[in-house]
């Protein structure tokens, strides 16, 4: 499994960036998909994830009502919305995928055995 993290970049507070992430693998749609990040210094942390065919979907408290996932199974794709960023945003994003991950599971990084390389989100105010 290969993970390709796209779309980040310096935008200021209040802006939208829209990242993605593209899977080189079979059956994608039997993944779980998650997007985390890591601010320098600090752990990384959940974001937002969604169960392979879309129908539960997770996010953190920090991000909800501004942070939108979703995904195309025919794609290979899952992607990340996130309008009205604020400067706290300022991460280093990673997307992940993992089998088998139960509902209560979805926002543990743990779970999740496959990772991409991460692709950065400035925020500036």
């Known amino acids: 499994v290969q993970l390709q993290a796209s779309g980040g970049g310096l935008v200021q507070a209040g802006d939208s960036l829209k990242l993605s992430c593209d899977a080189s693998v079979g059956m994608f749609r039997a993944y779980t998909m998650g997007w985390f990040r890591q601010a320098p210094g600090k752990d990384r942390e959940f974001v937002a994830a969604?169960?392979?065919?879309?129908?539960?979907?997770r996010y953190a408290d920090s991000v909800k009502g501004r942070f939108a996932i979703s995904r195309d199974n025919s794609k290979n794709t899952v992607t990340l919305q996130m309008n009205s960023l604020k400067p706290e945003d300022t991460a280093l994003y990673y997307c992940?995928?993992?089998?088998?991950?139960?509902?209560?599971?979805?926002?543990?990084?743990?779970?999740?055995?496959?990772w991409g390389q991460g692709t950065q989100v400035t925020v500036s105010s």
């Open positions: 992940a995928a993992g089998r088998t991950i139960i509902q209560s599971s979805m926002t543990s990084e743990q779970a999740y055995a496959y």
């Open positions: 969604t169960k392979g065919n879309g129908g539960a979907i």
